[in-house]
């Protein structure tokens, strides 16, 4: 069977309607281990009283996750790498808060050796104040989509200056990806099986890419945020290069302009070989 071939049975029914609302209780606990599985240092996130801001992932997971996995041929869902993420944020979560989630696909969209899959994602209290809006977007590799479907991810447009104003280097622990999956519930065999790891065309376990963004966005928040999670109104960035936990990366920060009492600021993610892992990223923080 062509790739072409298979590419022909994308599931395209969930294109343009909305998931089921699925609820998710914020446990302190939870918001304990993902703050130690990304090695975060700032105590309210240690101390669990609010989520450091990438974990805005984890309740949107259990609704988003299903609709990429499945939507992609059967033979191909195991070639999945996370393309883009991207954050609107309205306010931070906290423990004990009931969220509630829904989901959409939004489009399919060929590339030259595969295909993006855009996820929609909405959460909201159980009263329905907004927490976050949030793009998944998914790359499946060798499927190739026969057309394109619905919308593209939304553009980051903003020009950077061209010196950095920070490069913070970072290294990951051995253990780091094992860790990551108790906390946020993605166990795809990909982080934690050499085997499989290698079956699907990587030299072995490699990182979440989300995993790798928590790593970035701490310096980014420490950087130009003051340290304080509730400044960032926007937070994305393209997934460019899968990372092992043996890497070490460097994000390096740039100025990109400043309206309406809102800062941006360009960023990117480099293994120590100077190829970027972390690409087009791009973050709005409140004055």
């Known amino acids: 069977m062509t790739v072409m071939e298979t590419s022909l049975s994308f599931d395209t029914e969930p294109l343009g309607k909305w998931s089921e609302p699925m609820e998710y209780v914020v446990d302190r606990e939870r918001l304990v281990a993902y703050a130690n599985a990304t090695n975060e240092t700032r ?31 059967a033979d191909k869902r195991m070639m999945g790498l996370h393309g883009e993420q991207d954050f609107r944020f309205h306010r931070p979560i906290e423990a004990g808060m009931s969220l509630v989630t829904r989901a959409m696909p939004i489009g399919i969209t ?54 950095s104003i920070a490069a913070i280097t970072q290294t990951f622990d051995v253990d780091q990806s094992f860790r990551y999956m108790g906390a946020s519930g993605d166990v795809m065999p990909l982080h934690s099986d050499n085997t499989t790891a290698r079956k699907w065309g990587f030299p072995g376990i490699i990182l979440h890419g989300n995993c790798t963004f928590a790593f970035a966005t701490r310096s980014l928040v420490d950087e130009v945020a003051g340290g304080d999670p509730r400044r960032v109104k926007r937070l994305a960035v393209r997934f460019s290069r899968w990372v092992t936990p043996h890497d070490t990366i460097t994000t390096r920060i740039f100025r990109a302009g400043s309206s309406d009492g809102i800062s941006t600021y360009s960023f990117e993610s480099l293994l120590a070989d100077g190829t970027p892992c972390l690409s087009d990223g791009l973050i709005e923080v409140i004055d």
């Open 43 to 73: 105590g309210e996130y240690l101390n669990g009283d609010i989520a450091s801001p990438v974990f805005n992932v984890v309740p949107a997971f259990q609704v988003i996750a299903p609709l990429t996995l499945n939507m992609p041929p």
């Open 110 to 163: 060929p590339r030259s050796t595969g295909s993006l899959i855009t996820v929609k994602g909405e959460t909201t209290t159980a009263d329905g104040v907004p927490v976050v809006d949030q793009y998944v977007t998914v790359f499946i590799r060798t499927a190739i989509s026969p057309e394109k479907l619905g919308d593209e991810p939304p553009t980051r447009d903003y020009v950077r200056e061209p010196e």
